[in-house]
C-alpha cells in the first residue's frame, strides 16, 4: 500500500512563506495523482491544490490561487507545495493524497485512496 508522510509545517508569520513535502514510500508516485488538502479547526477539509501525474495541475479555492504552486519531483518521489504571502486563515493541518493518475476537475477528499498523517502550519505574529 502507498504511504505518504508530509513535512514542512510549522509557525510562520504573516506575508511568510512555507515549503511543504510529500513522500511516498513503498511504491513510486509517477502514476498517481496528488492533492494537497487543509483542514483548519472545526471546519471541514478542503481540496488546496492537485498534480497530476503528468503534471497538470490544479489550484482551489479562489483563496489559494496566485499564492501557491504544487509541483513534483518524480526522482525523489516526492511532491511539494510552496505556499507564500501567508495569512493567519491558512492556519490548519495540510495532508496530502494520492489518487490514480489524474486530478479531477475539483480536488475533494473523497476521491482520494491514500492519505498521509497531516503537517500543522500555524500562520501567526
Known amino acids: 500500500q502507498l504511504q505518504l508522510v508530509e513535512s514542512g509545517g510549522g509557525l510562520v508569520q504573516p506575508g511568510g512563506s512555507l515549503r511543504l513535502s510529500c513522500v511516498a514510500s513503498r511504491f513510486t508516485l509517477d502514476r498517481y495523482a496528488i492533492g494537497w488538502f487543509r483542514q483548519a479547526p472545526g471546519k471541514e477539509r478542503e481540496g488546496v491544490s492537485c498534480?497530476?501525474?503528468?503534471?497538470?495541475?490544479?489550484n482551489s479555492p479562489d483563496s489559494v490561487k496566485g499564492r501557491i504552486t504544487i509541483s513534483r519531483d518524480n526522482a525523489k518521489n516526492t511532491v511539494y507545495l510552496q505556499m507564500n504571502s501567508l495569512e493567519p486563515e491558512d492556519t490548519a493541518v495540510y495532508y496530502c493524497?494520492?489518487?490514480?493518475?489524474?486530478?479531477?476537475?475539483?480536488?475533494?477528499?473523497?476521491?482520494?485512496?491514500?492519505w498521509g498523517q497531516g503537517t500543522q502550519v500555524t500562520v501567526s505574529s
Open positions: 493524497a494520492a489518487r490514480d493518475l489524474w486530478c479531477t476537475s475539483q480536488v475533494r477528499p473523497d476521491d482520494y485512496r491514500y
Open positions: 498534480i497530476s501525474s503528468a503534471g497538470g495541475r490544479i
